[in-house]
């Protein structure tokens, strides 16, 4: 496996690659990340050589996607360990550009993608989907992948993404080639993410809450439970079990992320960020139709 850090390289290395499939045209799946990996970009990875010939992923902490009282100093870094792992996994390609690489001095473009954006963590985290929705275009160009994988666990970001790929009529790659993987849990539930290595022992055995009660409002809301109600209750048993603040919980619309008040005709998602001992947590499941 090949890293590089400058865009010219990427570009040289790149060309090689394709040049290794049958008529120069050799295909290639991005898996986009921030580093600090675990078994859940993994598979992203395990799913990304099923799409293509070859994989390119890239790591970069994005700092126009954190607000200014964020983790981007804290962040996990670890571009070493990383590397050995994503080569391991069968890894062609990895991008790991540079700040000023990547936002050269005078950057001044922003992409912004309304609607989908909006409530969620985009109300309590502004300008985050800018910034994941500028940085994911340009990481589009720099790679002009055939595919690209994102987990599901960020589902509001895997909707802004799909959203500024057909808005922005993206060709490479086309947003039905934008492909979102389940995702990937502890044994006890909890979704992984880099961000859970931030949870003391005692908050990490507390954090099981949050998948557990989500399943418990869903079981509710699927037996014809009043949707407000089952939600309360969820926010309740978070904070009894330790959990300090519930940023949202809520049922949307699958595709548009619009809040329901009640399960309909349309796929629906429950979706919750929640703040335990200050590291904030989200996760995301589908709720089934009963009808
Ligand atoms: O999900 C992430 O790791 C990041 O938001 C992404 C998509 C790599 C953009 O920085």
């Known amino acids: 496996m090949q890293t590089v850090k400058a865009l010219q390289m990427l570009r040289t290395a790149l060309a090689q690659l394709r040049a290794e499939g049958e ?137 802004v993404i799909r959203a500024m790929a057909r808005d922005l009529d993206l060709t490479r790659p086309h947003v039905d080639n934008i492909i979102g993987v389940p995702t990937v849990r502890e044994a006890d539930g909890l979704a992984m993410s880099s961000r859970n290595r931030y949870l003391s022992p005692d908050h990490r055995v507390a954090a099981a809450a949050l998948p557990r009660t989500m399943q418990e409002a869903i079981a509710a809301i699927e037996s014809g439970a009043e949707v407000a109600g089952a939600l309360d209750s969820l926010r309740v048993d978070l904070l009894a079990a330790g959990f300090s603040g519930v940023d949202y919980a809520a049922l949307a619309d699958s595709r548009s992320l619009a809040p329901l008040d009640a399960l309909g005709q349309t796929p629906a998602r429950l979706l919750v960020a929640a703040r335990i001992g200050g590291t904030r947590l989200i996760d995301n499941m589908a709720v089934n139709n009963a009808s």
């Open 23 to 159: 008529a120069g045209g050799a295909t290639i799946a991005l898996v986009p990340t921030m580093g600090a990996l675990h078994e859940g970009h993994l598979t992203l990875v395990r799913r990304a050589r099923e799409e293509a010939d070859h994989v390119v992923a890239s790591i970069f902490v994005n700092p126009k996607q954190f607000g200014p009282n964020e983790d981007l100093d804290a962040y996990p870094r670890q571009l070493a360990a990383d590397a050995a792992m994503l080569e391991a996994e069968g890894v062609a390609l990895l991008w790991a550009p540079t700040v000023d690489e990547m936002y050269p001095a005078g950057f001044a473009s922003n992409v912004s993608v309304a609607g989908v954006s909006e409530g969620l963590c985009g109300a309590a985290r502004p300008g985050h989907f800018d910034g994941v929705a500028t940085v994911v275009c340009k990481l589009f160009n720099q790679v002009q992948p055939d595919f690209a994988l994102f987990g599901e666990k960020d589902f509001q970001q895997l909707a």
